[in-house]
């Protein structure tokens, strides 16, 4: 009995020591496979990313399940990235229109600064019939904050309802599909700078539009804090 108890430690201290090592491996590999992208372009191998770190690629691909799931940790590491640029511009501060600019500046300074790895979320290896869970649910969550601040602007209102999400889903995906085709233009005819004004200036008027339907009015220059009742 104490033999197997022995021996039963043993493998757990094992298993224990292997995991803690996977999990360093890990993060080595996905530094370098960001770093990699960063100066490479989205199609870098895992050759590549294996030369980097110092590994044989074979031993690479011996700390994950296979290449989607590398790629999916890696879109994590990106959207890490992206989400401490985009998150803090979420905070319902200053006026109406300077959030609205200030978000989409942060999102497309993200982009200006890591066109590669934004590149790569979209592209990558994903599970058989799946997309990247990562990237849809980063689209969900920044849907679901903006919805929280435009479901608090209701609320103060009288307001209430399912309009608050759909209008934040609405306009998180005209964002994203605006700016993909932007990016994937061979001849971008609007500056980033002309993008973000578009940007800005059609967020606004779909909440204008709809929130006047309910018989809310703004103003571009209203502070938030009066919006949300503050």
Known sequence: MADTTKRRAEADGRSTRWSAHKARRQ??????????????????GVQRIAERVGLPRSVVYRHFKDRAELDELIRRRIV?????????????????????????DAYLGWIGLHPRLHAFLGVGTVAPGEGSGVVAGTKVAIALRVGELFAAVLKSHGQEGP??????????????A???????????????????????????SVLDGNLRT??????????LSELLGG
């Open 214 to 223: 309910l018989g809310i009015e703004l103003a571009p220059d209203q502070p």
């Open 80 to 104: 890490e990235s992206l989400m401490a640029d985009l998150a803090p511009t979420l905070a319902p501060d200053g006026t109406v229109m300077a959030a609205v600019r200030r978000a989409v």
């Open 163 to 176: 309009l608050a999400r759909s209008l934040a889903v609405g306009v998180v995906g005209f964002v994203d």
């Open 27 to 44: 993060i080595d590999v996905i530094d370098a496979a960001v770093a990699a992208i960063e100066e490479e372009g989205p199609d870098v």
């Open 178 to 204: 605006t700016v993909n085709d932007w990016l994937a233009a061979t001849s971008r005819e609007l500056t980033s700078g002309r993008l973000a004004e578009f940007l800005t200036c059609s967020i606004w």
